[in-house]
């Protein structure tokens, strides 16, 4: 998964918009947005964030400065210290694919932030916040808590490839009032672009993209494959 390599097969697959959402870290999503400089092709930068629930929730954001901000969060309430020999090593890689350093915080852990907490940091920068993989048993809000509270204030609920959208909808029908979304994602470079949505939007920014998963201004989210 290097930031070249990630851009070759993107293009490959022709996909116009992508995030980069590691772990509860962000310092590899610039080395993408770099490494795609000169061609046709949006990178979000974000990060997939753990709760103290134990819930995975997408951060989008629209550039790399409110990233860092959330990362400053994050960092400030994420504990432990990653073993290597246990959970391997977690390498900071540059646009020309170089290593160079890594991230001693154990980014497979949790917070201590609650989800609430956790979707109000990323509202307060301006980001999207998206429910990552609700029909998964684990590590999802409703693995986890049983149910989505009407409180979280989702920007839209994502669903994995298994399910897809068309069956989103009957399997949640309580969750009806949110968008939902599907992705990929990808933890192996083969699986970038097994599935991705189609969105109807002027361009590729969180605003642009909120629009589309709100309905609004003729922006929508056309369907995924």
């Known amino acids: ?13 022709q996909l116009d918009i992508i995030g980069i959402c590691d772990h509860n870290s962000s310092e590899n999503a610039a080395s993408v947005q770099r490494a795609a400089s000169g ?3 949006t990178v979000l930068p974000g990060m997939e964030v753990s709760s103290r629930e134990e819930v995975h929730t997408l951060a989008l954001f629209d550039n790399i400065f409110l990233l860092k901000q959330f990362q400053k969060v994050i960092y400030d309430h994420l504990p432990g210290e990653n073993d290597e020999n246990i959970f391997g ?6 646009e020309k ?15 201590v932030l609650s989800l609430q907490e956790v979707i109000d940091h990323i509202h307060r920068l301006g980001g999207l916040a998206i429910a990552s993989h609700i029909d998964r048993e684990s590590f999802s809000v409703v693995g986890q808590l049983g149910f989505v509270d009407p409180s979280f204030a989702f920007d839209a609920l994502e669903v994995t490839p298994r399910l897809g959208l068309s069956r989103a909808r009957e399997t949640f029908p309580e969750l009806r009032g949110y968008p939902f979304i599907t992705s990929s994602d990808t933890h192996f470079l083969r699986d970038i672009g097994k599935t991705y949505i189609e969105l109807w939007i002027e361009a590729g920014n969180i605003q642009e993209l909120g629009m589309a998963l709100r309905g609004e201004a003729g922006r929508h989210v056309i369907n995924g494959v």
Request: proline share 8%; net charge negative.
């Open 1 to 13: 998964m290097y930031p070249r390599a990630i851009v070759e097969k993107v293009r490959e697959e």
């Open 39 to 41: 061609y046709p092709l």
């Open 97 to 111: 694919d170089e290593v160079e350093g890594f991230n001693p915080r154990l980014l497979i852990g949790a917070t």
């Open 89 to 94: 090593c977690q390498a900071i890689v540059n």
